[in-house]
C-alpha cells in the first residue's frame, strides 16, 4: 500500500460525458502527478500540481482538467468524453517536486475508466 | 529528455539473479537514473536510483558503467512476484517534475 488513494476504482460512462476522478496523495506530500496507461500509448504524464498551483503540463487535453485543493487532494475531470479516453488513470505524489537526486513518487492503484 | 533502450521483453528463472540493462547513451551529468517497476494490475513503484555509484537497497541492486552511458539493474534471487515491467528513467537533477516512461522490459519468471 502505498498511501496513495483513488476513486473510484472502476467508472464505466458513455461518449460526451463529463467524469471527475478523485486523489489523496500520502499524508505529508505536496506534489501530485497525474498520469495516464492507455494500451497504445503507455504511460503518459499528464499534468502535475504542487502545494495548490499547477507546476507542468505533459500531453493532457484541453478537454481534460485538474486541480488541487487546500487539503491537497486532487480532481482529474475529463468531459465530452471519447472511445480514446478509455485508460487506466493514475495519480502519484511526492513531497517536493520531482528532482534527480532524492525524490521518489509513490502511485495509487489507478482508477480504470471505460467509455461506452 | 534524454532517452533510455530497454530490451522488450526478459525472462528468468525463479531464485535466479536476474540483470536487467538499460543504454542511455546521451545522459547528461545531472541526471539521475531511476528505476520504476510496474506489476500486474497495479500502479507504478519505486525501486532503486543512482547517479555514479553503484546502489544497494532491499529490493534490488543498481550497476552503473563507469562512463554512465549504460546502467543495469539486478534482482539478486528472483522470485514470482519480481514478475513485472521494468521502467529505466533519467530525471534531471533540476526537477523534470515528472517520470517519463518508456515501453520497458517485461520481465517473466519461470518457477
Known amino acids: 500500500d502505498s498511501g496513495v488513494t483513488q476513486t473510484p476504482k472502476h467508472l464505466i460512462t458513455a461518449t460526451g460525458q463529463r467524469v471527475t476522478l478523485r486523489c489523496s496523495p500520502r499524508s505529508g506530500d505536496l506534489s501530485v502527478y497525474w498520469y495516464q496507461q492507455s494500451l497504445d500509448q503507455g504511460l503518459q504524464f499528464l499534468i502535475h500540481y504542487y502545494n495548490g498551483e499547477e507546476r507542468a503540463k505533459g500531453n493532457i487535453l484541453e478537454r481534460f482538467s485538474a486541480q488541487q485543493f487546500p487539503d491537497l487532494h486532487s480532481e482529474l475531470n475529463l468531459s465530452s468524453l471519447e472511445l480514446g479516453d478509455s485508460a487506466l488513470y493514475f495519480c502519484?505524489?511526492?513531497?517536493?517536486?520531482?528532482?534527480?537526486?532524492?525524490?521518489?513518487?509513490?502511485f495509487g492503484p489507478g482508477t480504470r475508466l471505460t467509455v461506452l | 529528455d534524454a532517452k533510455t533502450t530497454q530490451p522488450n521483453s526478459m525472462e528468468s528463472n525463479e531464485e535466479e539473479p536476474v540483470h536487467l540493462p538499460c543504454n542511455h547513451s546521451t545522459i547528461s551529468g545531472t541526471d539521475y537514473i531511476h528505476w520504476y517497476r510496474q506489476l500486474p494490475s497495479q500502479g507504478p513503484e519505486y525501486v532503486i536510483h543512482g547517479l555514479t555509484s553503484n546502489v544497494n537497497n532491499r529490493m534490488a541492486s543498481l550497476a552503473i558503467a563507469e562512463d554512465r552511458k549504460s546502467s543495469t539493474l539486478i534482482l539478486h534471487r528472483a522470485t514470482l512476484r519480481d514478475a513485472a515491467v521494468y521502467y529505466c528513467i533519467l530525471i534531471s537533477n533540476f526537477g523534470n517534475e515528472k517520470l517519463t516512461f518508456g515501453t520497458g522490459t517485461r520481465l517473466t519468471i519461470i518457477p
Open positions: 502519484a505524489s511526492s513531497v517536493f517536486p520531482l528532482g534527480g537526486g532524492y525524490n521518489e513518487q509513490f
